[in-house]
């Protein structure tokens, strides 16, 4: 009768660590599906900034930015200034610097990925002396990519994080106050 006890004992314990195991399971995804509602909900509303946190250039190695270089999504305006390592095909006199516009962007598609808690954001907009076609990819976390391709130079891709219009932030604690 005594070892019978042992197993049985052995069995309970394993099965509470298995049920417990699972509970923190789904929790965890849980938290996750709320994070991927809220980063929904925020680039939905179209009030979001993009602030990179470094540049991959096509066929060189990744640059850490220490300034701040953003994508402003703002009342179907879209407002970059990004820096651009790479080769250009075509620049105007004393060079195009980096990648800057300010303009509503054409053919917008917005895309959930919900199993893979992605969100991925396609437009073409016109610069002043360049069309780019650019595709961002936010995931539930906040963390995405922006890859810019253009007419007129090798494509670029910006890694970074996607968070709430500083303005709106300052204006919402100021009310709250």
Request: proline share 3%.
């Amino acid at each position: 009768m005594h070892k019978l006890k042992a197993p049985i004992l052995i069995l309970a314990i394993l099965l509470s660590g298995i049920s417990t195991i699972s509970a923190q399971k789904k929790d965890k995804n849980a938290k996750k599906d709320e994070q991927f509602k809220e980063m929904t909900n925020l680039i939905e509303s179209g009030h979001y900034l993009f602030t990179v946190q470094s540049v991959n250039p096509t066929g060189s190695r990744t640059i850490h930015t220490t300034t701040d270089y953003t994508l402003e999504a703002n009342d179907s305006t879209y407002k970059a200034y990004l820096p651009y390592f790479g080769r250009a095909y075509q620049a105007s006199y004393g060079g195009d610097g980096g990648i800057e516009f300010d303009a509503s962007p054409e053919n917008l598609e917005l895309t959930l990925k919900e199993k893979k808690r992605m969100i991925n954001i396609e437009f073409e907009i016109q610069a002043k002396n360049d069309k780019y076609s650019c595709f961002l990819s936010v995931g539930s976390s906040g963390y995405g990519t922006l890859s810019i391709n253009s007419n007129n130079r090798q494509p670029i891709s910006y890694s970074g994080i996607v968070g709430p219009l500083k303005e709106k932030k300052e204006k919402k604690e100021e009310k709250e106050k």
